[in-house]
Nanobody, 123 residues
């Protein structure tokens, strides 16, 4: 049974940092690209980043470029999203998801989804 579990979300002040984790079970994560997505209150879900299964290359939404870094530790079957210089507009539930190719990560033809972890950026 495939399961993705996000963790690491919390309340953080503007300018702060958080690292989100996506722990996978029931699959070998190294065979999949991993996308990160977020959904803010009252807004549609949006793509944040993707890290490729093939070469580990990454891509990011313009809104987070230079602030967020996606990574993976295939030995631990876990993907990460390091978030720095957080802004109130980063407040959202963050989801990880598996897919075949990062070139498709905004098409939402994904394999599996986690339940999400809440990030709140506020003073």
């Amino acid at each position: 049974q495939v399961q993705l579990v996000e963790s690491g979300g919390s309340l953080v002040q503007p300018g702060g940092s958080l690292r989100l984790s996506c722990a996978a079970s029931g699959i070998t994560l190294e065979n999949y690209s991993v996308g990160w997505y977020r959904q803010a209150p009252g807004k549609e879900r949006e793509g944040v980043s993707c890290i490729s299964a093939s070469d580990g290359s990454t891509r990011y939404a313009d809104s987070v470029k230079g602030r967020f870094i996606a990574s993976r530790d295939n030995a631990r079957n876990t993907a990460y999203l390091q978030m720095t210089s957080l802004k109130p507009e980063d407040t959202a539930v963050y989801y990880c998801s598996t897919l075949q190719y990062c070139s498709y990560y905004l098409y939402y033809d994904n394999d599996s989804w986690g339940e999400g972890t809440l990030v709140t950026v506020s003073s």
